[in-house]
């Protein structure tokens, strides 16, 4: 059936061109492990993937092993990276679909041992080691007895080592640095015992654009920047990239309403003079934050038009009351550009009071996406 307008239109080439920029930051030779979890931060994961991988990268990285199982019957054959962990009982199907799974704890590892001796198969993985996040990975003191217990499972192979910054967006880089020398300890101790990773890595978006590690490793992990939007606003003039997503929908209804009519749920618009208000078809229920209410905009015909109370499960209201000659079915944009005017994904995070990445996971299925 014909689909209501609201829809998030992907631009492929935007993806592409962020990826030549990341390679620009990158020294020859190092891996690109280009993360794609959450549905690729809600852009399409198998679409993103495919041109990820046409593009030569050497990892994917996702967050769960089903998200893995999707890019595999998909058809993606780079090696997918499972970074946010595994239970014991994923291990076989990890196996059985070809992911690499991210380690940090002995049992798990001796598990995927016994799991790939089954199959008569040597299975990759790599190691994390936490240098500071206090999320995942090993601890510094954990680091020798892991890898002297990974000596004796011989159906596992080390192919990198990762560690994770806790603030690389910051421009206090004091915390970064030390991560980065505890990193680099627990490396030169791996190494001494024997392993010899071709990999390793720390950098997120923030590290990458900031050129943070100095190419001291030569692996990097770029999620936001890929999708055209900056860790932080202060990053914004150190790399041109280009927004991959733009959420529109098009006018539903207009009414006029009178000086002191009232619009959405508790009435927190009161019109002060005759106004026009457009009911748009998205809601919280598509991703837009509830908190918008009364504070976001969107655009028509160019012109900012400010959120008119309360965000509904499925429709908001904009007063458009200052924008002349607005009709039904006229595109409204969310988050993109519109004539002169753009409202980013960070601008709309600001005002919802959290960042980007969270406007952009949120963004539900309901919400068709065009890949242009
Ligand atoms: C999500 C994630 C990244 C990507 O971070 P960005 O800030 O989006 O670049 C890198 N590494 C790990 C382990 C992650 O979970």
Redesign the pocket.
Known sequence: MEKRPTSATIDLGALKTNYFQLRDRVRGGAGV?A?V??NA?GHGDVEVARVLEGLGCEFL?V?IPEEGARLREAGIKKPIIV??GLFPNQAGDIIDLGLTP?VFDASTASILNSAANERGTVQEIHV?IDTGMGR?GLRPEEVGPFFSRLKGLENLRLGAL?S?FAE??REEKRFSEEQMTGFESSVALIRQMGFDPKYVGI??????IEHLDGARFNLV???????GSY?DGRLRGKIDLKPVLELKTRILHLKSIPPGGSVSYGRRFVAKRQSMIATLPIGYADGLPRSLGNIGEVLVRGRRAPIAGTVCMDLIMADVTDIPGVQNGDEAVIIGSQGSEAITAEEVAAKAGTIS?EIFCRISQRVQRIYV
């Open positions: 492990l993360v979890k959450a931060y990285g967050a970074l946010g991210v994390k995942l990762h994770h690389s967006e950098s997120n978006s923030a590290a990458i992990r770029p999620g936001i920047m890929l999708y860790p990445y």
